[in-house]
């Protein structure tokens, strides 16, 4: 057999690999997971038979590699801006979840209450499909072309209201802001300009807010006529703050 050849059966028959191993020995009288200076050998039943094998040791990172090239497992930054889980249904297919959703046995797939779609991708299914469900992780994206406007209101990412005051004279990639929770110490904080973005207007926090209101649980959208209902709905219900007329 060759490496890849190898691989290949490690791929398929290792199941879920723990985030402490580090590397994966093959040899015919079994495998050896190895996590840091720990390893333990077991006999498996899925070498039966090959009694000829050239030793080899892969990297958790190519196991985990061949695995998403069998299963075709669909990449985390194109999972849409709504989705925080994936996983793929006995049928091989990959969808993406806004909730955690629950392997239902008896229907076959993922039972879920928000929003859900198919990514596009289907591929082989290894071992038990309920142990698929993965989180969604996201990079961290910078915020770009923002101008900045002096005594303009900005917000940090992690939501914190700052007012712009400069730019650090020693650092152009930092701004100089007061912060609104800070106003009362008259509290000025450097903070990347990479991580400033204009402050929302009350029709951004409407449409943000709006995003989220439930969808239909088995179709994973609504319709046009159901969605308008269901913003009258969340406003008469105080869910959704209600636009000052001007």
Known sequence: MTRDEQL??????????NEAVQMVGL???????????????????WL???????????TRSEVEAKQREITREPD????????YFKGQCPNGFWEWYE????????????????????SG?????????????????????????VEFVHGGRYQHKFGDIGKFIGIDPENDK????????DCDLCTYNGLLLSQMKPEPSDRDEFIEAAK???????????????????????????????????
């Open 174 to 181: 930092v701004g100089v802001f007061l912060m609104e929770s």
């Open 99 to 118: 909730e955690e959703p629950v392997p239902d046995d008896s229907k076959g797939y993922f039972i879920h209450h928000k929003r859900g779609v198919f």
């Open 27 to 45: 040899s015919s009288s079994g495998v050896t997971i190895m996590s840091g200076l720990v390893s333990e050998s077991r006999a498996v039943s």
């Open 121 to 145: 991708c289907k591929g082989e299914v290894i071992g038990d499909w309920r142990t698929t469900l993965k989180q969604v992780k996201r990079e961290e994206k910078e915020m770009e072309n």
């Open 76 to 83: 985390d930054k194109d999972a849409p801006d709504w989705a």
């Open 212 to 246: 989220k209101l439930d969808c239909h649980p088995q179709e994973g959208m609504l319709s046009r006529h159901d969605f308008c209902g269901a913003i009258f709905d969340a406003i008469a219900e105080g869910r959704l703050k209600s636009p000052e007329v001007k």
């Open 48 to 58: 039966n038979g090959i009694v000829s094998l050239q030793p080899n040791t892969f």
């Open 8 to 17: 290949e059966l490690v791929a398929r028959n290792i199941g879920e690999i």
